[in-house]
C-alpha cells in the first residue's frame, strides 16, 4: 500500500464523512462505490466488495461517533427512537456482517443497488412529516420501527454499512418523523447498527487494518464539520442532497452489475 493509494482513501473518508455528518447517514452510501471505483479508476490499489465493506464497517463507526458528539447538545437526539430502533438494528446488523463472508462478490452489489432503489423511491414520495415543536413528544410506531430496524441492520450489515441511507427515509417516509430529528437520531442509531457490522466483518476476517485506519482519521475530522453546516443548511435541501447521492451511486452499481 503506497502513499497515493493512503491519500486517495483519505480524500474519499474526508468527503463521504463531511457528508454524511451534513445529512444524517454513516457515509457508506457514498464511500462504498467510490472506495470501489476511484482506487483503480486513478491508478492506485483497488478493493473488493468484501474488503470495501469490512474497512467502509469502521469507517462508518467513527464517523457516527463524531457526528452524534456534535448533535449532543442540540435537542434533536430522540431517545425513544434510539432505544427501539438501536438495539433491533444493532442485532441485525450482528447477524448480517456475520454471515457476510458467505455471500459473493456480486450479491453483496446486487443487495447495495436494491437498497439503493428503495431509498430514492422513499426520498420522493411526499410526506405529512410531523412539525417539530420544542418540548412536543415524537409520536411513532414502536413495534414497526424496531422491525423495519431490524431488517435494515440485516442487510447493512452484510455491506459494511449503518444503514443509514435507508434508515433515513424510512423514518422520514414510514415513521413520519421530523426532518430535524430523523438527521439526528439516525446517527445515533446508525452507530449502534455499527457496531454490530464491526464486530461481524472483524471476525470473519474482513477487515484491513491500515486502509480503515485511513478513513478512521478522516472521518473524525470531516464528520463534526459536516454536522455544523447541516444544521444551518435548509431541510428541504438536505433532503434533495440525499436523493441526488443515493441516485448517482444505484445507477453506477447497476450499470456495472449489468
Known sequence: MDI???ITLFIIGFIGSFISGMIGIGGSVINYPMLLYIPPLVGVMSLTPHEVSGIGAIQVFFATIGGVWAYRNSGFLNKALIVYMGSSILSGSVLGSYFSHLIPE????FIYGILAIIAVILMFIPKKGQEHIEGKEIIFNKWLASSL????????????AGGAFILVPIMLSILNIPVRITIASSLAITFLSSIGATIGKLATGQVLFVPALVLIAASLIASPIGVKVGQKVNTRFLQWILALLISAAAIKIWLDFL
Open 106 to 109: 456480486k450479491g453483496i452489489n
Open 4 to 6: 497515493a493509494f493512503m
Open 149 to 160: 430496524a431490524f431488517i435494515i441492520g440485516g442487510i447493512s450489515g452484510i455491506l459494511g
